[in-house]
C-alpha cells in the first residue's frame, strides 16, 4: 500500500534527482523508494549471523599470501586449450 511522504529538500538536489530520474525513465518516487529500500535491506544483511556449517567451513582452505587467482586461472586454461 503506497502512501504520500513530504520531503524537505536541497533545490539543487531536486532538479539534479529529477533529471537523473528522466534520463533513468525512473520517477523520482521509485527512485527515492529505490534507494531508501536498499539501505534497510543493507541494514537488514548485518543482522544476518552466520550458520553453524559455514561457521565450521570457515578457514578449511588456506592459500598462500602470493596466491594470484587471475594467474592461476591464465594458466589453467592456456593449459586446457593447448
Sequence with gaps: ?????TLSLNDN????AKHYAKSNNISLSKLI???LGSLTKKEQKKENQITP????LSGVI???DDFDVKDDYTQYLIEKYK
Excluded at 1 to 5: I, R
Excluded at 13 to 16: A, F, R, S, V
Excluded at 53 to 56: A, D, Q, T
Design 53 to 56: 556449517l559455514v561457521e565450521s
Design 62 to 64: 588456506s592459500i598462500d
Design 1 to 5: 500500500m503506497d502512501k504520500k511522504l
Design 13 to 16: 538536489i531536486i532538479e539534479t
Design 33 to 35: 523508494e529505490s534507494y
